[in-house]
C-alpha cells in the first residue's frame, strides 16, 4: 500500500545510545519532514527536506541529524539519546507542485530514553 | 508562516454541527488555510485546503471570509469518531506548491459525547 512507512514502532534507548529512525515513502514525493509530539503539545518541525540532497533544520533540531540521499529516503539519526528526546516521532512527506493535497504522515515511532 | 489561534478544547453531542475557528490576523496574500485531524496514536491527516470563500468535501467544509483574516472548519453531523485533535494551519502552500515544511499549534480538542 502506497504510504509513508516508519520503523521501528516501538523503541527503548538507554541514555547515551545511538539510533537511526527509519522513513520511507512510495509516492515519490519530493517533500520529506521528521517532527515530534510530546505530551498535550502539538507538532514540532526537527528537520526537513526539499529533495535528495538536500536538508534543513526546524525549530528543534538539536541533538538529530538526517540525510536525504534519496527520493524515497530520510532517515533521523540520534547521535547520542538523552531523555528529553522521549517522544513520539513522525514522519511526513508531500508532493511539491500539488502542495494542495496535502501532507502524508506515518503512523509514528515510540521513543523512550532511559 | 502566520500564527494561529484556535480554542483549546471544544465539546459537542453525537449528531450535531461542529464549527471550529481559526484566527490568522497575519495571513499573506499567497497563504493557504489548510486543516488536519488527529487521532491518538496516529499521525495527522489533512481534512481541507482552502483559499478564500468555500471549500467543501466528503469529510468537511471550510469557510473562509474575504479579509482572510480567520477561518472555520465545519464538521457536519458528528460522531463519537470525531473525536480527534484538529489543527488549522496557514501558510506552507501557496497557489499548490508547498514551501517544505508545516508548523503546527496547539490544535483544538474536540470531544463529541454521546
Known amino acids: 500500500n502506497a504510504g509513508v512507512t516508519q520503523t521501528p514502532k516501538f523503541q527503548v534507548l538507554k541514555t547515551g545510545q545511538s539510533m537511526t529512525l527509519q522513513c520511507a515513502q512510495d509516492?515519490?514525493?519530493?517533500?520529506m519532514s521528521w517532527y515530534r509530539q510530546d505530551p498535550g503539545m502539538g507538532l514540532r518541525l526537527i528537520h526537513y527536506?526539499?529533495?535528495?540532497?538536500?536538508?534543513d533544520q526546524g525549530e528543534v533540531p538539536n541533538g538529530y541529524n538526517v540525510s536525504r540521499s534519496t527520493t524515497e529516503d530520510f532517515p533521523l539519526r540520534l547521535l547520542s539519546a538523552a531523555p528529553s528526546q522521549t517522544s513520539v516521532y513522525f514522519c511526513?512527506?508531500?508532493?511539491?507542485?500539488?502542495?494542495?493535497?496535502?501532507?502524508?504522515f506515518g503512523s509514528g515511532t515510540r521513543l523512550t530514553v532511559v | 508562516l502566520a500564527k494561529t489561534t484556535q480554542p483549546i478544547s471544544m465539546d459537542s453531542y453525537e449528531g450535531q454541527e461542529v464549527n471550529i475557528t481559526c484566527s490568522h490576523n497575519?495571513?499573506?496574500?499567497?497563504?493557504?488555510i489548510t486543516w488536519y485531524q488527529q487521532f491518538p496514536s496516529q499521525g495527522p491527516r489533512f481534512i481541507i485546503q482552502?483559499?478564500?470563500t468555500k471549500v467543501t468535501n466528503e469529510v468537511a467544509s471550510l469557510f473562509i471570509p474575504a479579509d482572510r483574516k480567520s477561518s472555520t472548519l465545519s464538521l457536519p453531523r458528528v460522531s463519537l469518531s470525531d473525536t480527534a485533535v484538529y489543527y488549522c494551519?496557514?501558510?506552507?502552500?501557496?497557489?499548490?506548491?508547498?514551501?517544505?515544511?508545516?508548523?503546527f499549534g496547539q490544535g483544538t480538542i474536540l470531544t463529541v459525547h454521546p
Open positions: 511526513a512527506s508531500s508532493y511539491r507542485d500539488r502542495g494542495s493535497l496535502g501532507y502524508t
Open positions: 494551519l496557514v501558510g506552507a502552500f501557496a497557489g499548490g506548491t508547498s514551501y517544505g515544511k508545516l508548523t
Open positions: 509516492m515519490n514525493h519530493e517533500y
Open positions: 482552502g483559499y478564500k
Open positions: 497575519n495571513i499573506a496574500t499567497n497563504d493557504y
Open positions: 527536506s526539499v529533495g535528495a540532497g538536500i536538508t
